[in-house]
């Protein structure tokens, strides 16, 4: 995984390096103040400028360093008293490293020689002028009054700070001679230093989290400290580091709507998903390719989806580019204080990730009846709607953000339509609880959810859910789910809109206890019947003659007891496709009555 993080940083380095390139010895940084001083060091003024960024030393980890000529208040001004000397002294150290450089010497004047009109006059004025405690933050840079370049900027500046990184890798080198695990070779050292920081990882520290960090002697080996022991050089931890910071935060702005149609941008992540708050998911190819099927998981269109399956499934790939032998790669993390913790890693061919996701279509397609067109049409469900059909919700019917398995159903879904794995049966039981304590009932997701869990549960030639209604051989859990619709409709038609319908008080029992549940619906179902035979006769005899045919199926006589943790997601299966398929027929039959 790391390796192929590391071949990213280097793909977009190359893609990058058409307009700017970077040494690695030098790092792209914010500056918020220019210091301007004179030639010989006197202090002239602060200038604060809008945020921008500057090239300097890049340094890979803040503790315990300074940068050249690019610091902190505490560093360059040694602000803050006592507390930041040692800031200060590491910043003068190292401006003491470059005091040959004759673009520096202004800067010592202004620290040596000129101390009184220099520093000290600077940190009296930086109290006074820049009082707002915010702006006294950011990164403070030199630049002398009557010239345009910031000093740390100087190319000759720059030209020595790469040569004496160049000559420190050499010298590592020497010493060492270690091969990387990442790319195999001994051109860049293994050094104990930190790899650099991983930005914007959910439930994270702002400042940063580390991918590979050894904090402890116990994880430590061979008698390496620290970092050793990962054997990464330093160009695979540069690029590595480079290459996740960019997955996690890469994407664009976009106009969205919300419910009340007002439109407002938003930022759009084009190689991540978020899981709840505290998980994330990053994709990515070796080439960088975009992947156009991942928006499909989220937002499915029937099109798309019809061509994806048609394209995959005929064996006729046109785009010739999901034959190149291209890689997908995708893992899910989380935040724990200042490491990450990765919960999974996927790498597969492109072909097998697109094939994944066609067989993640067909077995979530659920046929759902549309008022509009009056008719069944296939319902392909958004990924995280499936997710949140499962989660809890409070009174008001708004979603209870305690419960917090959202973002770890979500992480099974993506890894069952990327890897075509099955899903847990523990998901099974918390759709159907959803299912009997929410007023939405069995919705299409909620069917599509069982759906696929079932199906991909089902290896020994069982039982296959198909979009619709199905004819011929069922299993007896499928059929008592059609019966319960059957009564329930008949219910409706008797008594009209209930509060709490025989869907409400008798759904869990149905299908938890199916003999006596059923057994007391039927003494029920004879007063509605009773009523309806009175009101709508012929609506009464054909709801009846339905009725009948399935309990003929089942032999209502003899029902099971109980069913299965299976058994339940069947009798759910056959209650919603009986009742879109009834949804289609209701109209003709009320027609019909009425005439
Ligand atoms: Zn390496």
């Given at each position: ?13 190359r893609q990058k390096s058409n307009n700017e390139w970077i040494h690695d010895a030098l790092k792209s940084e914010p500056?918020s103040i220019e210091l301007v001083i004179t030639e010989d060091g006197v202090f002239q003024r602060f200038e604060l400028i809008e945020k921008k960024l500057t090239i300097a030393e890049a ?537």
């Amino acid at each position: 995984m790391i390796h192929e993080l590391s071949e990213l940083g280097k793909t977009l380095r190359r893609q990058k390096s058409n307009n700017e390139w970077i040494h690695d010895a030098l790092k792209s940084e914010p500056i918020s103040i220019e210091l301007v001083i004179t030639e010989d060091g006197v202090f002239q003024r602060f200038e604060l400028i809008e945020k921008k960024l500057t090239i300097a030393e890049a340094i890979t980890a803040k503790k315990g360093k300074a940068r050249l000529l690019l610091d902190k208040a505490e560093e360059v001004l040694c602000y803050g008293g006592e507390a930041s000397k040692t800031k200060h002294e590491l910043f003068l150290q190292k401006l003491d490293e470059y005091n040959n450089l004759r673009e520096l010497a202004p800067v010592i004047a202004f620290y040596k020689n000129n101390k009184a009109n220099g520093i000290e006059k600077a940190l009296k004025e930086f109290e006074i002028s820049i009082s707002d405690e915010k702006n006294r933050k950011g990164n403070i840079g030199f630049r002398i009054q009557t010239d345009g370049y910031r000093i740390h900027e100087k190319p000759g500046v720059l030209k020595e700070v790469i040569t004496k990184y160049e000559a420190l890798q050499e010298k590592l080198l020497a010493s060492k001679k270690r091969k990387c695990s990442l790319c195999g070779q001994s051109k860049y050292p293994v050094e104990d230093i930190p790899h650099g920081m991983i930005k914007k990882v959910p439930n994270g520290q702002s400042s940063g989290c580390a991918l590979v960090s050894y904090n402890e002697n116990a994880f430590e080996s061979y008698s390496l400290k620290g970092n050793d022991n990962s054997s990464i050089c330093t160009n695979c931890a540069k690029t590595y580091v480079e290459g996740l910071n960019w997955l996690l935060s890469i994407g664009n702005e976009i106009i969205i709507k919300n419910s009340k149609g007002k439109e407002k941008s938003a930022f759009r992540y084009t190689n991540r998903k978020n899981f709840g708050s505290d998980t994330a998911m990053v994709f990515w190819t070796r080439g960088n390719k975009e992947l156009p099927e991942i928006d499909y998981l989220e937002a499915p269109n029937p099109e798309d989806v019809a061509r994806l399956i048609e394209s995959v499934t005929s064996g006729t790939e046109k785009d010739s580019r999901y034959l190149e032998p291209e890689q997908f790669y995708s893992f899910t993390l989380s935040g724990s204080a200042a490491r990450i913790a990765i919960r999974d890693w996927i790498a597969t061919s492109l072909y097998d990730f697109r094939k994944s996701i066609v067989q993640w279509f067909k077995d979530i397609a659920i046929k759902e009846y549309d008022g509009d067109l009056k008719n069944l049409r296939t319902h392909y469900a958004h990924l995280y709607d499936l997710a949140r059909s499962c989660q809890r919700k409070n009174s008001d019917g708004s979603y209870d953000k305690d419960d917090v398995s959202l973002s770890r159903v979500a992480g099974y879904l993506w890894n069952a339509a990327l890897k075509n794995t099955t899903l847990p049966l523990w998901l099974l039981t918390k759709v159907l609880q959803r299912a009997r304590l929410d007023k939405y009932g069995v919705t299409a997701d909620r069917a599509a959810l069982i759906k696929i869990i079932l199906n991909r549960h089902n290896k020994g030639g069982g039982f296959v859910i198909t979009e619709k209604l199905e004819e011929g051989r069922k299993p007896v859990a499928y059929v008592c789910g059609q019966i319960f619709a059957k009564l329930e409709s008949v219910q409706y038609a008797a008594l009209g809109d209930l509060n709490a319908g025989i869907r409400e008080r008798y759904f869990t029992y149905a299908m938890t206890l199916p003999s006596a549940a059923l057994g007391r619906l039927f003494d029920l179902h004879s007063k509605h019947y009773t009523k309806l035979k009175n009101e709508k006769p012929g609506l009464a005899i054909t709801l009846d003659k339905e009725l009948q045919e399935l309990c003929k199926d089942v032999g209502i006589n003899n029902l099971p007891p109980t069913f299965t943790l299976e058994e339940k997601g069947q009798f759910a299966i056959g209650y919603y496709h009986q009742k879109q398929a009834q949804f289609k027929g209701a109209k003709s039959k009320e027609n019909k009555e009425e005439a």
